[in-house]
């Protein structure tokens, strides 16, 4: 691997390598049809352009992809999994990642300020990437106005691959600082199942009687996985 994290070093000699001229007609066919004139791997070879400049990146990001298992795993991936099983140095995994963020930042926009309901889709497709290809659990709390619109967005606790604590009563006074009328619990499910657990049950029920007891609802509980979400009300547990 060279200092770049390329796996392909550049050709020696004066002449020109035979990636050149594929950068550009990639680059031109992108600009030309969009997103949808190009494959996967091929949205990953835009990106890793600027990071690899004189290496070909096109068995780079097959192989990334091939790692990982799609598009969305290699760019949800942290940084310590791209530099392991990615085999990709700094300059490529800052590319990816600040991709990664950007995406999910836009996303955030959409959803902050404004009513969940009514931007239910919006909502699930933020937090599926934020935190569906986790490798680790994440509890995230959402913080509802009396307009049910979004006005905060908190992660309270990372923990293991299988568990991350949750203490109502934190649940309940970070509610009442910020003079919400209600919350939504989102947690992961690292294994890719959305399912909730009879753990993840004993858990809701607790954090509804906290916020119960200070007059603020429990709208929903969402589980994310790779495999899509569960929702706690929908599923008549709440």
Do not use: C
């Amino acid at each position: 691997m060279t200092r770049d994290g390329d796996l392909f070093p550049p050709p020696k000699g004066d002449e020109p390598p035979h990636h050149v001229g594929h950068r550009e007609r990639l680059r031109q066919r992108f600009v030309a049809g969009g997103p949808d004139a190009v494959a996967d791997y091929e949205i990953l070879e835009l990106l890793l352009f600027a990071a690899l400049p004189r290496r070909d990146v096109k068995p780079l990001a097959k192989t990334l992809i091939g790692t990982f298992g799609s598009l969305g795993a290699v760019l949800s991936a942290d940084a310590a999994a791209l530099e392991r099983r990615g085999k990709l140095g700094p300059a490529a995994v800052a590319t990816l990642k600040t991709v990664s963020a950007a995406a999910e930042r836009m996303l955030r926009e959409r959803v902050m300020a404004r009513p969940v309901i009514s931007n239910w889709q919006a909502l699930l497709d933020y937090l599926g990437l934020a935190m569906g290809h986790l490798p680790h659990e994440q509890f995230r709390l959402l913080f509802l106005d009396r307009k049910n619109a979004l006005i905060a967005d908190e992660v309270q606790q990372r923990g293991t691959v299988d568990h991350a604590p949750v203490y109502p009563r934190e649940v309940a006074r970070r509610a009442l600082e910020l003079h919400a009328s209600a919350v939504i619990l989102v947690h992961n499910h690292p294994s890719g199942d959305p399912q909730p657990s009879t753990a993840d049950i004993d858990m809701t029920r607790q954090v509804a009687g906290a916020l119960q007891a200070i007059s603020v609802a429990l709208h929903d509980h969402l589980v994310i996985g790779r495999q899509g979400h569960a929702s706690f009300r929908g599923m008549g547990l709440l």
